[in-house]
């Protein structure tokens, strides 16, 4: 055997002479004694070169046959490209996980369903067992403990994290503690899942929210298992991140459906009954881009003394959706507090021009107000109009007459004007208020056409004697298959009827009870 200078410093036992297979590595002369052997050979697919280890190095080796039959080997040392193969390996496989992690956890806003994955992702990938861990409810911890192969399980443990060195920290949103800093016989016996064995190192990082810290997460390895490595730490940090943002929307969307459920019990109209004597109904249908609540409304607000009259509101705010709806909500809220006023609206009304004038509120909102006493079988109204649709009154004939109060927008400007009309109603007969969703309700054959007050007052002709509850269902049901499943605004309609019979007093005036002829 031959070799230069560089082979020397390569296979340092090699001197001429010498046994290749005494001085070379198995693979190397297991290949040599193939390629040299006579007979036709296999050519090496320079595409394809022979690779090996020698002396803790990676080289690709390439056979030349000499003209005297000997074989020469020349040497190329690819271990740093190789090095950056398996790096680039690596961070492909890591861009994928991570991906995969995004998709996941950003496929559900249900914290419990991101604490799973968060768990199973970690634990099949990262380590052999995963907790991913919620800040504090009162004195309980929230953890979900996942193994390596085995199912997510939720626990909620009466444990202080300031006993676990860097867990309390990480909850609080600190930066990590390294895990060569942490002693894996230090962790408690809530923290190692069962049939876990003995802990080789620990890994516990923060998973960061918006402004707040989402929680914790915790990498455990077995014994046997290779340390954590510097560059696995940082990874597991960067799927943290995804995992905390991921946890920390969906506790956001909890709380934020919390609250609105909370505004819509609190704006959404109430339901009506009788009061006093009168009968009273209301239905309201929210726009179609919003699914529960709006800017319509309406209130009815009985009197403080028996036999008095009651106030109703109805009114449309200038917009939908729960922006309008707060400003609905303001405007009852007003009104309630205004309610020792009721006998005038017009004061009511120039009243809550200037609150809404002096708010950060920049909408306005139409309205009438309606106030019904029963005086032996009939019902006296008094009604005043804030730029809002006049009120209609279905006599017991059929006949629908308008009413002819109207008044300026509420605020809109420093000054408004209003006028209030009364009227009564005979035994079984009704008035109406309603909001421009229904009459400019676009459907019909070609669907673009108006709904229209005409064809409101016609429907209502036919309405003559109806309950009030009837009334209000028939122009719900003819506004709804007049639009079809076309968009539209709000809609709200309430009916004031004077009943038919008298109102038997046991009964108290808040349930139909039983009637007299």
């Known amino acids: 055997m031959r070799c230069n200078d560089a082979a020397g410093l390569l296979l340092p036992a090699a001197t001429p002479g010498t046994p290749l297979v005494e001085v070379a590595p198995a693979w190397l002369s297991a290949a040599h004694d193939v390629f040299s052997s006579p007979g036709p050979h296999t050519v090496l697919d320079p595409e394809e070169p022979l690779h090996g280890v020698i002396g803790g190095r990676r080289f690709e080796a390439h056979p030349t046959r000499r003209d ?38 950003l496929s559900s806003l249900n914290l419990g369903r991101c604490m799973d994955v968060t768990a199973q992702m970690a634990a099949e990938s990262l380590a052999d067992a995963a907790l991913a861990i919620a800040p504090s409810r009162s004195s309980r911890l929230p953890v979900v403990t996942c193994l390596r192969g085995g ?8 444990v202080d994290p300031d006993d676990v060195p860097g867990l309390g920290e990480a909850l609080r949103g600190f930066p990590p503690v390294p895990s060569r800093w942490l002693d894996p016989a230090a962790a408690p016996a809530w923290m190692v899942p069962e049939g876990f064995g003995p802990v080789g190192s620990i890994v516990i990082t923060p998973l960061p929210g918006h402004g707040v810290p989402a929680g914790a997460l915790v990498l455990l390895r077995k014994a046997e298992t290779a340390s954590f490595s510097a560059e696995e730490e940082v990874f597991a940090r960067l799927f943290a991140a995804r995992a905390g943002a991921a946890m920390s929307a969906a506790r956001l969307y909890a709380e934020q459906t919390a609250i609105t459920d909370v505004l819509m019990r609190e704006l959404l109209p109430p339901v009506l009954h009788q009061v006093s004597g009168v009968d009273f109904a209301g239905g309201y249908r929210p726009s179609a881009d919003h699914e529960r609540i709006g800017g319509d409304f ?22 939908k959706g729960l922006e309008a709806a707060v400003l609905t909500g303001k405007i009852r809220n007003t009104l309630h507090a205004l309610l020792p006023l009721a006998s005038d609206h017009q004061r009511m009304l120039r009243l809550l021009n200037t609150a809404l004038l002096s708010s950060h509120h920049t909408r306005f909102a139409t309205m ?8 032996g079988n009939t019902v006296d109204l008094k009604l005043t109009s804030g730029g809002h649709p006049s009120p209609l009154i279905i006599r017991a004939d059929g006949t629908v007459e308008e009413t002819d109060t109207h008044g300026t927008l509420i605020g809109a400007l420093p000054d408004i004007s209003t006028v209030t009309v009364t009227a009564s109603l005979a035994p079984g007969e009704s008035c109406v208020l309603y909001t421009d969703g229904i009459t400019e309700a676009k459907g019909g054959p070609m669907g673009d056409t108006l709904f229209g007050d005409e064809r409101l007052k016609r429907a209502l ?38 009943p038919r019979t008298h109102h038997l007093s046991a009964v108290n005036g808040h349930t139909r009870g039983r009637f007299t002829a």
């Open 68 to 105: 005297d039959g000997s074989v020469a080997w020349w040497f190329v040392d690819d271990t740093d490209h190789q090095l950056v193969q398996e790096a680039l390996r690596m961070e492909r496989e890591r861009t994928a996980f991570l991906a995969k992690a995004s998709s996941l956890l």
């Open 151 to 158: 199912t997510p399980v939720l626990a909620d443990m009466s």
């Open 298 to 319: 309406y209130d009815v607000h009985p009197a403080t003394v028996e036999g008095e009259a009651s106030l109703v509101s109805l009114g449309d705010v200038c917009g």
């Open 368 to 375: 009438v107000l309606a106030s019904a006493q029963r005086i």
């Open 461 to 498: 002709s036919g309405c003559a004697g109806m309950p009030a509850e009837g009334i209000v269902e028939h122009v719900q049901m003819l506004a709804a298959q007049w639009l079809g499943n076309r968009p539209h605004d709000d809609m709200a309609v309430v009916v004031i009827s004077a």
